[in-house]
C-alpha cells in the first residue's frame, strides 16, 4: 500500500505539496489573543486557519469552559491558565502548545457522548502541558535533526547512516509514544479528581479505534491521514493502549462512579455541524463540491471521498486504486502540457502529454508509470489556480483510463443558486420511541455511506445494543 499511500500523503516520487494552494480558505479566528505573544499569535493563527477557522457556539464552548476549570482546579498545576478553541474541521483532533493553549475539534466532540469522555481528552492535552512534554518534545526534534545532518554530512558509509538514522527515528517514536501513556495516566487521575467518570477515557478510546476502523476500510486498508490532521495519528486506540486505561481508571473508582452527564452533553453538540463545513467544500459520497471557490466533481464509481484542508483524498474499498484533487499556481507563461512533463511526478511518458478542454477551461493530461502504479493526470485552469486530479491505479487498463477521463469531464463551475442551496449535516439528538432499534435509527442518517456503522460508533453502542425507551441518541441529518 506505500504507492497508494504516497499519493494521499505527497510521497513515493510524487511531489504533491509543491506550491500546493489550501482548498480551505476560511477566515482566522475571532478569539482573544491579546495576551499571546507575537510567535504564539501567530501559531494560533496558523493553526486555526489549517482546520478550517474557529467554530462559533456559545453553547458548547460555555461547557467545555465549565469542565477544564474543574480539571484545572484538581490537577496537579492549578495555576496554569487554558485557553480552548474549537476547529471547524470533521477531523478528530485534540492538542495542546506549551502556552496552554488547547485546540478540540467538532470532530472529535462529535464522536463523544458524555462530559467524561470530553473531560479525558480535555485532560491528556493538558497533562502534556503540565508534564512539558510539548517543550521536550521540541528539543527531541532539534536533536533528532541535528544527528540527521551529522549523518548525511560527515557518515560516508552509506549502511552506516541509514542505521544510525533509523535508530534516531526508532528513539523519537518511542520518546513521544511514552510520553502518550504518562499523559493518559495523568489525565484519568485529573479527570477522576474532578469528579468525572475515570472510565471515560477507555470508553473513548474503543470507539476512536472504531471509528478509525471504519475510515481505513474505506480507503481500502491505507490510512488517509495526514500529519497535521488527525488524532488517531499520534493516538492510536490499541487494544493495550484501553487495557492501560481502564487499569489506570480502576485506581480511582470502580466502573459507575463519576459523573458523566449525558444529557448536558448531548443538549450543547445539538445542531453541531458533522463533517464538511459546506463553505469550505464537502463530500457526499462519490461528489465533491465547493461553492465558496465554485467548482464540483465527481469521482469514478467505488471510490470513497475525504475533505482536507489541502487536498481531497479518494481510493477504492479494495485499495487497488486511488486519487488526489489539489490547487497550484501555475505560471501562465508555462503550457499546463509543460507543467504536467515539468518533473514534480516521476515516470511521466512524455508522448502521452495532450491538451484538451475540460468544460470549457484549459486543461492537460499525461500518464506516468512507476514499478507497481501507474497514475493519469490532468491539470485544469479555473480562475488563479490550477487543479491537479491525479488518478493512480496498480493496472491502468484501457477501460479504467477510460472511467478516469470521464471523471475528470465532471469538473465543472456551480452555479450561484446551486451553491446558495447547499445545507451541512448537522448532529441532532433525538429520542428513542417505542419499538424504536439501532436499525431504524441508523435508517434516519442522512450519510452517504455506512449508516448502520456510523450511528453505532457515535452512540458508543454494539451492534446487537437494545435502544431503552425515552433515552436520547446522535442522528446526522441535513
Known amino acids: 500500500m506505500l504507492a497508494l499511500v504516497g499519493l494521499l500523503t505527497g510521497c513515493a516520487g510524487v511531489d504533491l505539496d509543491r506550491s500546493t494552494v489550501p482548498l480551505t480558505q476560511s477566515k482566522l479566528s475571532a478569539a482573544d489573543t491579546a495576551d ?28 467545555i469552559q465549565q469542565v477544564v476549570e474543574r480539571l484545572v482546579a484538581a490537577s496537579e498545576r492549578p495555576d496554569l491558565k487554558y485557553r480552548v478553541t474549537v476547529l471547524n474541521s470533521p477531523a478528530i483532533n485534540a492538542f495542546a502548545l506549551p502556552d496552554g493553549s488547547l485546540y478540540v475539534t467538532r470532530g472529535l466532540l462529535a464522536l463523544a457522548n458524555d462530559t467524561s469522555e470530553m473531560s479525558s481528552v480535555l485532560a491528556h492535552e493538558m497533562a502534556h502541558v503540565i508534564a512539558r512534554h510539548a517543550s521536550i518534545r521540541e528539543d527531541q526534534v532539534k536533536q533528532a535533526v541535528l544527528v540527521s545532518r551529522v549523518i548525511s554530512d560527515v557518515v560516508a558509509d552509506q549502511n552506516m547512516g541509514a542505521l544510525a538514522m533509523q535508530k534516531s527515528r526508532q528513539t523519537l517514536a518511542t520518546f513521544s509514544r511514552g510520553q502518550e501513556l504518562e499523559a493518559d495516566a495523568i489525565g484519568v487521575g485529573i479527570a477522576a479528581r474532578a469528579g468525572f467518570d475515570p472510565y471515560g477515557a477507555s470508553r473513548f478510546l474503543t470507539d476512536m479505534g472504531k471509528q478509525a476502523s471504519l475510515r481505513t476500510s474505506a480507503f481500502g486498508g491505507a490510512s488517509s491521514t495526514t500529519p497535521d490532521m488527525d488524532f488517531l495519528a499520534t493516538h492510536p486506540a490499541t487494544p493495550d493502549r484501553i487495557s492501560i486505561a481502564i487499569a489506570n481508571a480502576r485506581e480511582y473508582a470502580a466502573p459507575g462512579a463519576g459523573e458523566r452527564d449525558k444529557a448536558a452533553y448531548l443538549a450543547a453538540i445539538d445542531g453541531m455541524v458533522y463533517g464538511d463545513d459546506p463553505k469550505e467544500g464537502y463530500v457526499r459520497g462519490r461528489n465533491f463540491f465547493h461553492p465558496k471557490l465554485g467548482f464540483t466533481f465527481t469521482a469514478p464509481e467505488g471510490f470513497s471521498l475525504e475533505n482536507t484542508s489541502q487536498a481531497v483524498l479518494g481510493a477504492t474499498a479494495n485499495g487497488s486504486e486511488a486519487l488526489r484533487l489539489d490547487a497550484v499556481r501555475v505560471s501562465g507563461d508555462q503550457s499546463l502540457g509543460q507543467y504536467l512533463a515539468s518533473g514534480w511526478i516521476d515516470g511521466v511518458e512524455i508522448n502521452s502529454v495532450e491538451s484538451l478542454s475540460v468544460n470549457g477551461f484549459t486543461a492537460a493530461t499525461a500518464v506516468a508509470r512507476g514499478d507497481q502504479w501507474s497514475f493519469r493526470m490532468f491539470a485544469i485552469r479555473f480562475g488563479s489556480d490550477v487543479y491537479r486530479l491525479i488518478f493512480a491505479a496498480r493496472n491502468l487498463t484501457p477501460e ?58 457515535l452512540n458508543g453502542l454494539d451492534r446487537d445494543a437494545k435502544l431503552a425507551y425515552g433515552s436520547k441518541v446522535k442522528i446526522v441529518v441535513e
Open 36 to 63: 499571546m505573544s507575537p510567535a504564539q499569535r501567530r501559531e494560533h493563527e496558523r493553526l486555526v486557519a489549517s482546520y478550517g477557522g474557529a467554530y462559533d457556539d456559545p453553547e458548547l464552548k460555555a461547557l
Open 400 to 457: 479504467l483510463d477510460k472511467q478516469f477521463r470521464a471523471a475528470a469531464s465532471t469538473f465543472r463551475r456551480v452555479a450561484s443558486d446551486e451553491a446558495q442551496s447547499v445545507k451541512p449535516l448537522r448532529i441532532r439528538i433525538v429520542t428513542v420511541g417505542i419499538g424504536d432499534t439501532v436499525e431504524k435509527m441508523a435508517g434516519r442518517m442522512q450519510v452517504a455511506d455506512h449508516p448502520m456503522e456510523r450511528f453505532l460508533i
